[in-house]
């Protein structure tokens, strides 16, 4: 190899090594790859977060609704006395559509059963989501002893 073209070949690299050395654009490069994992981790906080808080919310409305139907003296009265919380809970409920908490009720051997069924899929937030919930139904109930008459 003559000097010309070593000289020109050490020439040549010059331009290759400071762009390899230059970091103008690293920060842009790394935010590409770490922004859509940040997005979906924040995303995953929000979700489960939401679920939680709903999944801890509807055995509240069921236990209120439940101490509730004790001041009733006759199976109508239970009902409506348990329609009248679930109707206040829902305006207190932390997750949308509340109004689609489907409610049951049954009595057996002196107890008093409320069951409040809530459907994740009637929630925008949660179907949003780009993966799975750990139940699409949230189903709580709560049981108390009636008086014996």
Known sequence: MSYDSACSFTRSRRPLVALLRHQAGSSLIEAAFALPLLILLL???LA???WFITAHSLPQAAN?????????LNA???????DQSVVA?????????AQTIGVST??????????LRYSLSSAPLFSAMPFPMPGNVLERSAVVRIASQ
């Open 48 to 50: 489960y977060g939401s």
């Open 64 to 72: 209120d609704a439940a101490r509730a139907s004790v001041a009733g």
């Open 43 to 45: 995303m995953g906080i």
């Open 89 to 97: 809970a829902r305006a207190a409920f932390p997750a949308p559509a």
């Open 106 to 115: 049954g009595e057996s051997s002196g107890y008093y059963t409320v069951t």
């Open 76 to 82: 109508t009265e239970r009902r409506t006395l348990v």
